[in-house]
């Protein structure tokens, strides 16, 4: 019998689980896994979950380098819920924040408490902004917030992330017919990001686009179309 085998999973077939500093105790995140997550993580030794937005496992750290490593898995009487000890590399939550759990409640609302250990706008350097984008636009994906308007694309789909990209074009090419430098570079950025989010959409890294492009480079534009034909 598996460690899967041994657990109680809900009716969508997943188990709610609890990451914590495997030095100090202190409590990470929580996330959800089905069971293949669990086998993948018992197989490899690398926490995996499964995003209930994308319907996708998910490996944490996959994007970001931010990965828990197990040192312990427990679970609890009614085999119903994991806590997970890990040694985490970087930061557990998207915000950059070591822990999700950063804020506390009190009389004056819910308060900030301590600083980001990671800046996620300064994961790469400055010529590799794309990257950092990306980083952050699947970070939306694997932890959704109504706040996020990355969620908000996700969550309408494919046809709502394609028009967008059409809209920012169409704008793209007006800025560039007016030669406004400023609004040109807006519209661009405009542009990029959305692209960006239609990668993350398929799980393609910029990497990927990279890639073609150095494929591509010293390639004449009329050699490259005949190399497709």
């Known amino acids: 019998m598996s460690f899967a085998d041994q657990l109680k999973f809900d009716q969508n077939g997943l188990v709610p689980a609890i990451a914590r500093d495997a030095g100090n105790g202190e409590v990470l995140m929580m996330a959800f896994m089905n069971r293949e997550a669990v086998e993948k993580t018992v197989s490899t030794g690398k926490v995996h979950y499964y995003s209930r937005s994308r319907r996708k496992l998910w490996m944490k750290g996959e994007s970001s380098g931010h990965v828990q490593a197990v040192r312990e898995i427990r679970y609890d009487c009614d085999a119903d819920c994991l806590l997970i000890s890990v040694e985490q590399k970087g930061a557990a939550c998207h915000t950059g924040h070591r822990s999700c759990f950063y804020r506390v409640w009190n009389e004056d609302g819910a308060q900030v408490e301590g600083e980001k250990i990671v800046d996620t706008s300064a994961l790469y350097g400055q010529r590799d902004i794309l990257d950092a984008i990306y980083h952050v636009i699947q970070e939306r ?61 398929y799980d393609l890294p910029p990497e990927r686009i990279y890639a073609e492009l150095r494929r591509r480079f010293g390639i004449s534009g009329i050699e490259e179309k005949q190399g497709r034909g």
């Open 141 to 201: 994906r694997q932890n959704p917030s109504e706040k996020s308007y990355v969620t908000s694309l996700f969550s309408k789909g494919l046809d709502k992330i394609l028009g967008k990209i059409g809209e920012e074009a169409t704008e793209t090419a007006i800025a560039g017919k007016g030669g406004d430098a400023e609004e040109i570079v807006s519209e661009t950025a405009d542009l990029f990001f959305h692209t960006l989010v239609l990668l993350g959409y």
